[in-house]
């Protein structure tokens, strides 16, 4: 995360320092120009993949880690400047999630626990509209805030299984979840047509349900509410688009 930051606030401070040049982005430098203009379409878009290795990894409570798994997303997205400083667009989003937990050891106090050869697999798709307003930030044709206003939902499906004991047991979820949000960010532009983008999650209202099946017998559901104002550093983006007129 802090990586992350550090390598935008370095982008943003090398657009600034190139202020020397002449840098309009094909914009005429007036207090009436537009950051972006009418008619701009964006393509853009993140994609992330990690991939953990645990040998007899120990963290706080937790002992004796042995595990493997991996994480990807893909996040593409495609926008249209309906009116100066002004875009609607749409947002896709994939994920797939991998672990294989080998063993395990839990204690806390006089309780002691463990887990062993347990895997767990997932995949999310999600789908949401948005609108985007840019600040500029006087005239500058570089370096602009902007809010994201997204609408849209997701699906989620999981498969967990616990092969530890004498018998094999088995978890199969499917999730739901319908989502609006606000996101601000920053935006900078590294060419004319090329920028980097970062945005943080602020606010958002969800309604969230799942079904569940166990050992293909027993089934349960739950559903719930969540809404509130917070920076959320879990839903720090960073993200490259590409603007054509």
Request: with cysteine; glycine share 10%.
């Amino acid at each position: 995360m802090r990586r992350f930051i550090i390598t935008f606030a370095m982008l943003v401070l090398g657009a600034l320092c190139a202020g020397a040049q002449h840098y309009d982005r094909g914009y005429e430098t007036v207090p009436s120009a537009p950051f972006i203009k009418k008619g701009t379409w964006t393509v853009g878009g993140t994609a992330k993949y990690s991939q953990h290795i645990n040998d007899k990894y120990n963290l706080l409570v937790i002992s004796n880690i042995n595990s493997e798994g991996y994480n990807i997303a893909l996040k593409p997205s495609l926008m249209y400047t309906f009116k100066d400083n002004m875009a609607v667009g749409l947002q896709f989003s994939y994920g797939r999630s991998m672990l294989d937990l080998a063993s395990a050891d839990l204690a806390v106090a006089q309780i002691e626990m463990n887990a062993a050869d347990c895997y767990q697999i997932q995949h999310k798709y999600s789908a949401f509209g948005v609108f985007r307003a840019y600040i500029p930030f006087g005239n500058s044709k570089r370096v602009a805030m902007f809010a994201d206003l997204h609408l849209g939902g997701s699906f989620k499906q999981a498969k967990a299984f616990n092969a530890g004991g004498e018998q094999v047991f088995g978890t199969y979820n499917q999730a739901y979840s319908l989502q609006l949000g606000v996101d601000p960010g920053l935006i900078a532009f590294l060419t004319e047509r090329l920028a980097v983008e970062l945005n943080i999650g602020v606010f958002g209202v969800s309604y969230n349900w799942q079904d569940q099946i166990h050992n293909r017998v027993e089934g349960g559901n739950t559903d719930f509410v969540s809404a509130g104002f917070m920076i959320n550093l879990l839903s720090l983006g960073v993200g490259i688009s590409y603007y054509f007129l």
